[in-house]
């Protein structure tokens, strides 16, 4: 489980005002939310995407998605 995760519905005070860091932070929710719900693979592969599209404009956000992604490859069944 990701610990840095704002808990949902909550806006954490390092996002206040920042609206790209939000949304990244309710991504990174949604994605750990479909790997719970036995879709590892579709979150694998939208934590990549989003690992790619983030990295030139918010590497610390793209490291979370590289981080989450690195957690959960292990548990692909193919």
């Known amino acids: ?3 840095d995760v704002a808990a949902p519905g909550s806006i954490r005070a390092s996002s206040a005002g920042r ?3 939000r949304i990244s932070e309710i991504l ?3 994605v750990i939310a479909l790997a719970a719900a ?3 693979e579709t979150a694998c592969r939208l934590a990549g995407q989003a ?3 983030l990295r030139a ?4 956000a ?4 590289d981080a989450l992604l690195h957690r959960l ?3 692909l069944t193919w």
């Open 73 to 75: 490859t292990p548990k």
């Open 62 to 65: 793209a490291r979370r998605f």
């Open 57 to 60: 404009t918010d590497p610390a």
């Open 38 to 40: 036995g879709e590892v």
């Open 1 to 3: 489980m990701v610990t």
């Open 51 to 53: 690992c790619v599209a």
């Open 19 to 21: 609206p790209q860091l």
């Open 28 to 30: 990174l929710a949604s």
